[in-house]
């Protein structure tokens, strides 16, 4: 049996479909059934949107607990970048964005962009993503290895020394590998920089 209720935490608005409550003393817990929720922002613009066939809220945290969530992050009307996760919590009056276990992070570009992760997190007030353990991003030409990135609104990835970087050739097959202190991948003009702590080393390549 699954109803609709419209549940008001300041702001931003949001709507979902939610199953039976599970009551236990003053906490509730309320489990939600095939969650589809779109975050807006205080203008009314959409911010992002959520999918999860098994999540629950909990009234007292005020926090959800998301199974298998797919999170498309919006410009607009349009989807800009496209996450799953094992599992994740949304808390902070919905501002606060955490995934953990397998995070992949997809462009809609045609040459297919992904971002690898142990853990994400994104606090909706500020315009960077974090992501942490054994991140992996990878595309047509390139293949970037670390241990922390944080992707920022201007779309370009900041990834953190150590950082292991692997050319691909035209088959698709490893051309060179070199280790470099951070690098930059920039979304947009696709191109990778790398800087050295001195500041005199510095590298862009375009593809």
Sequence with gaps: MSNIYRLIIYLPLFMLGCAPNVIDENKVIQKIESLDMTIFSKSGDKIYSITSPNSSYDNIELEFDLKNP???????????????????????????????????????????????ADSFIWNIEKTNYLLEGNIRFENQNIILNSGKAILGSDNIIEFFNPVKYIIKDENNENKYEINSENAYYDLSTESVSFNAKDKRVRSIIYF
């Excluded at 009307?77 to 949304?90: A, G, P, Q, R, W």
């Excluded at 808390?91 to 971002?115: E, Q």
Aim: hydrophobic residues 30%; glycine residues 6%.
């Design 70 to 116: 797919i999170i498309n992050i919006l410009n607009g009307e349009e989807t800009k970048y496209i996450i799953s996760s094992e599992e994740s919590t949304l808390s902070d009056n919905n501002k606060l964005l955490k995934l953990k276990g397998n995070v992949k992070l997809k462009t809609l570009k045609k040459d297919g962009d992904i971002l690898y």
